[in-house]
């Protein structure tokens, strides 16, 4: 491992919908594997997660939606990270997202979209690749050594 | 007894020795063959369900203690044509359905065009989430939601313009309603009666239920608004409410099933459900009501949903078990009624075990779901219809596998031929035990901490939930738990195995695009035409009858409602006086 902090992840649950074992499941599985995790709780409108990922200094934002909004809730997110100057911050999105808006939703700027039975370990190793300080094993094609 | 003299012939000295020696003889070479050190599978004998007493364990079905059935015989079979979302007996007045999207001129279009098909019940409405959640379709939280999970109601307008495809024979005091609607309940029922009125239709006459079960918001499905306290309140209105005005109304269909889809283990879905209806038992109690002239009228949604066949019936015999005994042996309970745990279905998979992977594999599931209603007292339903995970909605083909389904198990499987089956099997009945023992534990711990209110206050019964949930993830990481075609049987030579979704879906995906704009659109011109100083008026007084705890707010609101107040007008009164509920960190 390098000699540097832990990935911050912001989990968020944009919108009304209350569906949150997705998000708390993730939550506490990326926490086990060594990350630092932020869970919103539920009903927060796209800037106040906006407002959230730039005050806790997060690397990642995670939406997790399953109400069907979410080519509208997440577009909502990725433009106020990018106006508000932190569209850097990784945004992955989970839930029940069709196959159709997959591409959609990666066209406004969403880096992955994880879907019903995706792994922790698939999540988390995805993140450590993109963002970098991941373990020697990852498998992935992500840039370890950014930063 | 009179006359002859059955007797079972149980030694259990002989069966002990018997046991022994098929250990002895069968059992051990088998392991040996097959290099095991303990045999994979059990087998139940008498010496499972030592002491057992038929009558006081199972008895008959339709009677105390109803571990074999809530009713004599399941009120379809005397239908002649089935199940599920097919008509039944012309007699029984049923809502039809679960549907709803768009704004209210779609949903009332839908319908109309159903009802063109043969539907012939009233509506099931599913509300979008700013209905659910207390927001207008012009709040700037609604965006992107309204009209998208179910059709949007900000105000009575919305309910008049849905109800116009209930009209004549199909008026509202011959159909029946469901409403999914928790947080606001209050306020949807305060629409209901006020269509009435308008209508010049006695209130008397309308049947509905409303799910008006808040308490399990806060453990799972989170359309909570207000706090677990002044929520009770809530529920303590509607108790006192529909007991006294709407006798034909059921006052709230319980359920666990969205505790176990957040990820509730059997035992939490049984132990929190029972401890949540004696809740909501105790506010109608409290408020001075006898029991028995109001605990008929509460239903349950559905508990339970998993793909363990043997566990979910027995959880079903063991939830009819011990809601009787609770309302009999606790609550005092005198009607038969009172102690019915009436709910649509019985044993089912739940949609948390449908999976997004090999999408038709679900129609399998709920083949097996179907088994397990049938065989525990319910339909047999298979629900839900399999291409639930796709996030699409369900298409008509995937509807039509789901009831025929159901109408192969009745017709040529013939499961509905009997009742409780496994009554008196020793290992059904020592299961059965098991699970109800688990579930009364609990039940007690969550007595113990000062009942469910405090439990959710606290968070507790939120936390345990969600470290179930992440429990289970983590066995179905390590391949513990098994998932066809997730975490097991996905070699490259798999196949995914599909069928179409050609035939057009009755909601018009346009109109849902569209649904925010048109409703935000009729948002303006009611507030345009209402008599505002009316309800500013009327909202006042609703502040005022909130502010003092012992004060019904029904009447209350049904006279906002009259006069065209938004249910977010309404939901922001109660808001500064009640608070907002803040979820505990998990």
Known sequence: MHDKRKIRVLVAKPGLDGHSRGAKVVAYGLRDAGFEVIYTGLHQAPLQIVNTAIQEDVDVVGLSILSGAHLNLTKRVVDGLREKGAGDKMVIVGGTVPQADIAKLKGMGVTEVFTSGASIRQISQFIKGKVGGGPASFEGKGDKDEH | ?????????????????????????????????????????????????????????????????????????????????????????????????????????????????????????????????????????????????????????????????IYEAFTAERDIDRIASNFTINAPANMIIAMYVALAEKRGIPVETLRATPQNDILKEFVGRGAYIFPPGPSMRMMRDSIVFITRRLPSFNITSIGGYHMREAGATREQDLAFSMAIGAAYLHEGVNAGLDIDSFAPRFSFNVFGGSMEFYKEIAFQRAARRMWASLLKERFGAKEPRSLLLRQPLAAHIGCISTTLQRPLNNLIRTVVGGMASAMSGGPPESWPPYDEPLGLGWSLEAIQLAEDAQRILQHEAKLCDVIDPFAGSYFMESLTDEIEEAGWTEFEKIQTMGGVVTAIESGYMQQEVAKSAYERQKRIESGEDLVVGVNCFTGEHELDVRTTRLVPHPYDPEKMELAESKQIANLREVKKTRDNQAVIRLLKDLEVAAKKETENLIPRLIECVTAYATIQEMCDVLRGVFGKYQETNI
């Open chain 2, 1 to 161: 007894m009179k006359g002859k003299e059955t007797r079972m012939s149980i030694d259990p000295k002989a069966i002990a020795e018997a046991r022994k020696e098929w250990e002895e003889r069968s059992v051990a070479p088998a392991l040996k063959r097959f290099k095991l050190v303990e045999n994979p599978s059990r087998f139940y004998t008498p010496l499972d369900l030592p002491d057992f007493d038929f009558i006081e364990k199972v008895g008959f079905p339709g009677q105390y203690p109803f571990t074999a059935g809530t009713y004599a015989f399941l009120p379809y079979q005397a239908g002649l044509k089935g199940t599920g979302f097919i008509p039944q007996s012309p007699e029984l007045v049923r809502a039809g359905r679960y549907s709803g999207y768009g704004a209210p001129e779609d949903y009332r279009d839908y319908q109309i065009h159903m009802q063109s098909l043969g539907a012939r019940s009233g509506p099931n409405i599913a509300f979008d989430l700013p209905t659910q959640l207390g927001y207008d379709s012009d709040s700037p939280m609604a965006e992107g939601e309204v009209g998208r999970a179910g059709v949007a109601v900000s105000t009575l307008r919305d309910f008049e313009v």
